[in-house]
Structure formats: structure tokens, C-alpha cells
């Protein structure tokens, strides 16, 4: 069975801290895909990353840095010198690999990020 | 242009009626789902169809029915609607096969059951 574990249900953060949202996830397939999204308060489920099994490198993108590790079966997610715009809610997601249209998008619980000025 | 987009934005109603949420998307994926997202913000899908066909119907009650008339529309019939049923109701679409993209969302439909 497939789960993803966001052990973080809410972090509270001052304006320029560096945060780290934590994903561990559990799959039996060797193929997989792993997703960040976020949930602004306005609602809308906004895409951040994806990545494949067979691509452990790290990614960074601005303040935002992802690290993908196997062996632990994490894919952490790390924000640089948060802003309060960067208050919201973390999804992390997990699928499997194509399966004749069977495919699920399995959620982690979500963190919740607070940034305070 | 919206990639996918749901209507209603707000649904209030009372115990016992019947609503439909429709979605749409425009990106031209071959698969759709619903979520639905608690008021703990736990995000479950429901129902996934891949090419107009229904793939996934997770423990759903009866009461919940989607339709596809085509790859690009899913929707979302309820019928006599229960005080449970309030949450907020996401549309997404995806393209799956030798790599597996991303899902995009639809603004979500908050539903509430009075």
C-alpha cells in the first residue's frame, strides 16, 4: 500500500528563518512520482515539484529546495529566508508508476506553515 | 485561460436536496478526478476516470455520482445531500502514462449543508 507521512502538522516560523517540511513516504513500486503542493489560504491547490524514483538529485528553485532521499524514503522540502507570503498549507503526494489508467495521487495530511513578521 | 475549472466556487444548501459540481479542464489530460478535502484540510480522492471511463470509486456512498461525458468535463452529482457531506470538493486533471505529470487542480467547490 502507498502512504506519504507529514509528521509536521504545524510549524511556526519568524520572517527570514529557514524551514524544512518533512515527507516520508511508503511505496512498494519501484516506479514512482513524489509532489509538492501548496495550499494558500485562498484555497486553490498550487504545484510546486515533481519528481521521478529514478531521479534522486536535488532540486533548489529560488528560496525553494527539495531533497530527495531513497534510502530514507524522504523527500524533504526546505524553504530559505521564509516570507510571511510563504504561510500556508504543504501537501506532499505520492503515485505510483501508469497502470492502465489506474493511478492514484495519495496525499500526506498536510503541514501547516505559519510565518510571522 | 483556466487549465481547469470548477463551478460552483460556493454551494449552500439544505439537508436532503441534490447538487451537482461541474469541471472542466482544457489541458487536454486524459484522466480526471475528484478530492475531497475535510475541514482538517486531509485531501481523499473519490472517483478517477481515465478516458471517460470510471477507474477509480473509492468507498464512496451511492449518493456520490460523476459523470464524464467526455475527456474534458467530469461532474459531480449528490443527492439528498447530508450534513457530512460539507467540505470543500476538488477537481483535477492529470496525463498519466510513461511519465506520470503532475495533477492540476480546480479552485475547489466549498460545499456546505445546512
Known amino acids: 500500500a502507498q502512504k506519504v507521512t507529514q509528521a509536521q502538522t504545524e510549524i511556526s516560523v519568524v520572517e527570514k528563518e529557514d524551514v524544512t517540511l518533512d515527507c516520508v513516504y511508503e511505496t512498494r513500486d519501484t516506479t514512482y512520482y513524489l509532489f509538492w503542493y501548496k495550499q494558500p489560504p485562498s484555497g486553490e491547490l498550487v504545484f510546486l515539484i515533481r519528481r521521478n524514483s529514478f531521479d534522486e538529485q536535488n532540486e533548489i528553485s529560488g528560496r525553494y529546495s527539495w531533497n530527495f532521499q531513497k534510502s530514507t524514503s524522504s523527500f524533504n522540502f526546505t524553504i530559505t529566508a521564509s516570507q510571511v507570503v510563504d504561510s500556508a498549507v504543504y501537501f506532499c503526494?505520492?503515485?505510483?508508476?501508469?497502470?492502465?489508467?489506474?493511478?492514484?495521487?495519495?496525499f500526506g495530511a498536510g503541514t501547516r506553515l505559519a510565518v510571522h513578521p | 485561460d483556466t487549465a481547469v475549472s470548477q463551478t460552483p466556487k460556493y454551494l449552500v444548501t439544505q439537508m436532503g436536496n441534490d447538487k451537482s459540481i461541474k469541471c472542466e479542464q482544457n489541458l487536454g489530460h486524459d484522466t480526471m478526478y475528484w478530492y475531497k478535502q475535510d475541514s482538517k484540510k486531509f485531501l481523499k480522492i473519490m472517483f478517477s476516470?481515465?478516458?471517460?471511463?470510471?477507474?477509480i470509486n473509492e468507498t464512496v456512498p451511492n449518493r456520490f455520482s460523476p459523470k464524464s461525458p467526455d475527456k474534458a468535463h467530469l461532474n459531480l452529482h449528490i443527492n439528498s445531500l447530508e450534513l457530512g457531506d460539507s467540505a470543500v470538493y476538488f477537481c483535477?486533471?492529470?496525463?498519466?502514462?510513461?511519465?506520470?505529470?503532475?495533477?492540476?487542480f480546480g479552485q475547489g467547490t466549498r460545499l456546505t449543508v445546512v
Open positions: 476516470y481515465n478516458n471517460k471511463e470510471l477507474i
Open positions: 503526494a505520492l503515485s505510483g508508476p501508469f497502470s492502465g489508467g489506474y493511478n492514484k495521487l495519495i
Open positions: 483535477a486533471s492529470r496525463q498519466l502514462g510513461v511519465s506520470n505529470t503532475e495533477a492540476f
